[in-house]
């Protein structure tokens, strides 16, 4: 993939010398870390100037509200409701666009030229986070590292621990780490369209519980649990009553992911196997567990490479696409979702590459994630197969949530660019009152265990 590059200032004495450091090399410089927040640098160690082709300046203006906002909870518009795009992108005109668009980008493009397209609005960067997540960030700039071979780091939760990365680890782990809710409760519907048009419908109720994201207790990145999940299966039929918990834990050379399982045709709850990495996500197993959030999970598998930061068009701040107004017959449609939905705009994000270590197994031999300078975010990502080929694109849709004061996923998308087939799911335009709730106070530990699987399925 040939990038035109603008490397971040943060990666001292060259891409190539930066690359090689040791993973334990992470803390940084009182001086360095005296720019976070200046008039350089936002908080968390993005860029705030604009460009010249279009990426926003920073403005930071809004933290839990914005004019016009109507409620403390639930779905909302957006402050950009009334824009209109700046231009297209389709695959008559892609050429012009090339070096601003991801390898996955184009593909679409090409095999979708008449159901694939890129409206591109006007960027903005008006979002900030919390004080509290400013005041992790700078603590853990002086003082996270990289540990136990890149399975686990040190350092406060709530925010990234690498505002200045230096190495691939370091950047994965602030893709694992990113600011985030507390917790989320959804009843999420999924729709798996064939490439003969078919849609294959899934629906459960959803929960997580990242404990380490409380703004009073937070916690440390040596900690047991990252986060805990919860899944009760409605659809489809044959699924019906089956519920997986679970928890992800922060040090993957510690413990494992682990899950349970309450089936209901046994009327018991099991330990499952290996749910991490490659494991295919039912009900049509066309992503991988640790495609969720573009990445997740441990890095172990993956030489990670920092490529640089680069302009590109990403989807962003894809409100409508989550509105409880547009109806999944006209959201879902063949090939993909309803272009009319989503919104792209120009944002500065950063390149990451993970390439399948020698001797270890998973579908994809190559990774490219590209991630939002503001937030860490995996926007779009790009799959490989064990050929070097180009196999899955995914686009993760995030909204602003008024209640959590972040980025929140919406409609995640899961292309098999070889099948002609893909998923889309955290879907929840029709939930109705189980559309997503976030931050809520009464969602403790104890909603994860077995025995919470046990009384979910009965």
């Not at 990113?178 to 409760?185: A, G, Q």
């Amino acid at each position: 993939m040939k990038l035109k590059l603008v490397l971040a200032s943060c990666v001292v004495g060259g891409a190539a010398a930066a690359l090689a450091l040791s993973p334990a090399m992470a803390k940084t410089p009182p001086d360095k870390i005296a720019e976070l927040g200046g008039a350089k640098l936002t908080c968390i160690g993005a860029e705030k100037a604009g460009t010249k082709d279009g990426v926003a300046e920073y403005s930071g203006k809004w933290l839990d509200s914005w004019p016009g906002m109507k409620g403390k909870s639930g779905y909302e518009p957006g402050p950009y409701a009334d824009e209109k795009p700046l231009f297209t992108i389709s695959a008559q005109n892609m050429a012009q666009y090339a070096d601003k668009l991801t390898d996955g980008q184009k593909a679409m493009l090409k095999k979708y030229p008449q159901s694939y397209r890129m409206d591109v609005y006007p960027s903005h960067r008006d979002f900030r986070v919390p004080d509290w997540v400013c005041d992790v960030v700078k603590k853990n700039a002086a003082n996270s590292e990289v540990i136990h071979d890149g399975l686990g780091v040190t350092g406060v939760t709530g925010g990234i621990t690498f505002p200045f990365p230096q190495t691939g680890l370091e950047a994965i782990w602030n893709a694992i780490n990113p600011y985030r809710p507390l917790n989320e409760n959804a009843v999420v519907d999924i729709a798996d369209v064939y490439s003969n048009g078919n849609i294959a419908w899934g629906k459960q109720h959803f929960m997580t519980f990242a404990p380490g994201y409380d703004p009073v207790k937070r916690g440390s990145y040596q900690d047991k649990i990252n986060a805990y999940f919860y899944t009760a299966y409605m659809l489809p039929e044959r699924d019906k009553g089956f519920v997986a918990v679970g928890y992800q834990p922060n040090d993957f050379n510690k413990d494992a992911t682990q899950s349970w399982q309450y089936q209901p045709g046994i009327r018991r709850v099991r330990q499952a196997p290996e749910v991490g990495f490659d494991y295919p996500v039912p009900p049509a197993g066309l992503r991988t567990v640790d495609d969720d959030y573009g990445f997740n999970g441990s890095p172990e598998r993956y030489s990670w490479k920092l490529i640089g930061k680069k302009e590109m068009y990403v989807p962003y701040n894809n409100f409508r696409a989550n509105d409880p107004a547009v109806k999944y017959k006209d959201l879902i449609k063949p090939n993909t979702v309803n272009p009319d939905y989503l919104r792209y705009e120009l944002h500065r994000v950063w390149v990451l590459e993970g390439d399948l270590k020698p001797g270890v197994r998973h579908i994809y031999k190559k990774r490219v994630l590209f991630l939002d300078e503001d937030s860490w975010l995996t926007l779009t990502a790009d799959n490989y197969d064990a050929r070097g080929q180009l196999w899955r694109n995914t686009i993760i849709t995030y909204h602003y949530s008024q209640e959590s004061k972040s980025y929140h996923r919406g409609a995640s998308i899961y292309h098999d660019l070889t099948a002609g087939a893909y998923e889309v799911g955290y879907l929840t335009n029709e939930s109705g009152e189980k559309w997503w709730r976030l931050n809520q106070s009464n969602v403790n530990a104890s909603m994860f265990t077995p025995d919470a699987a046990a009384r979910g399925g009965h």
